[in-house]
């Protein structure tokens, strides 16, 4: 079975750019996650999708951060324009039920 | 929300010796109790769960156990081994609420 996908893997932007992260969940799984972890902390969720509609997005910056899950598979993750305190690992996390979840590698985002 | 809460933050053990990293949560209503382990530049891994109608699960060398009156609930590794220094998180989970990832224990084996 194919894991979770992301890309890109790396990215570095200046501030006040923005940048969009894609996240291909495994085939199946009807819930998806975006996490946001800084260094040093745990992962925080951001958005979470049921197949293509949000369930909680209560902790996302919606004045800078987007995201979409079209047709209840892939998902795109956007920041604009971003801030030098956005700099983290991106994490993408599938589940079949909203239970056990499964990451992908994550996007490590530096912003300068 | 859910406030969670690790300790210790950092364990060092011997390897061969045994290790328990504690969990303590807020919302009485977390029916959800997983493990994760990250290795450093690596996503987190799901290594084992309980649902909150049992007490205590074990997988090989890891068991986890829940005390849903007190609202905490553990990671015990034995026997532990190098490859098992990493950083551990929980996230109690109450279905309808969103997951709340614990701060993290770094543990490390020495050999």
């Known amino acids: 079975e194919a894991g979770v996908a992301q890309s890109p893997r790396y990215k570095i932007i200046e501030k006040r750019q923005s940048v969009a992260f894609w996240c291909n969940p495994i085939s199946g799984h009807a819930t998806l996650y975006w996490y946001q972890q800084i260094l040093g902390q745990g992962p925080k969720l951001l958005i979470q999708?049921?197949?293509?509609?949000?369930?909680?997005d209560s902790q996302l910056p919606k004045d800078r951060f987007s995201a979409e899950r079209l047709k209840g598979v892939d998902s795109t993750l956007k920041i604009q324009p971003a801030k030098l305190e956005d700099s983290a690992v991106y994490l993408c996390?599938?589940?079949?039920?909203?239970?056990?979840?499964?990451f992908g590698p994550g996007t490590r985002l530096t912003v300068t | 929300g859910e406030n969670v809460e690790q300790h210790p933050s950092t364990l060092s053990v011997q390897e061969g010796d045994s290790a328990v990293i504690k969990c303590t949560y807020s919302?009485?209503?977390?029916?959800?109790f997983p493990w994760y382990k990250q290795e450093l530049g690596k996503r987190p891994q799901l290594i084992i769960d309980i649902r909150s109608n049992v007490g205590e699960k074990k997988d090989q060398r890891i068991a986890v156990t829940l005390n849903k009156t007190a609202k905490h609930f553990s990671l015990h590794i034995t026997e532990t081994q190098p490859e098992d220094s990493a950083v551990y998180f929980c996230?109690?989970?109450?279905?309808?609420?969103?997951?709340?990832f614990g701060p993290g224990t770094r543990l490390s084996v020495l050999p």
């Open positions: 999708f049921q197949n293509n509609g949000v369930v909680d």
């Open positions: 996230a109690p989970y109450n279905y309808g609420q969103n997951f709340v």
């Open positions: 996390a599938s589940s079949p039920w909203p239970y056990e979840q499964y």
């Open positions: 919302d009485s209503a977390s029916n959800y």
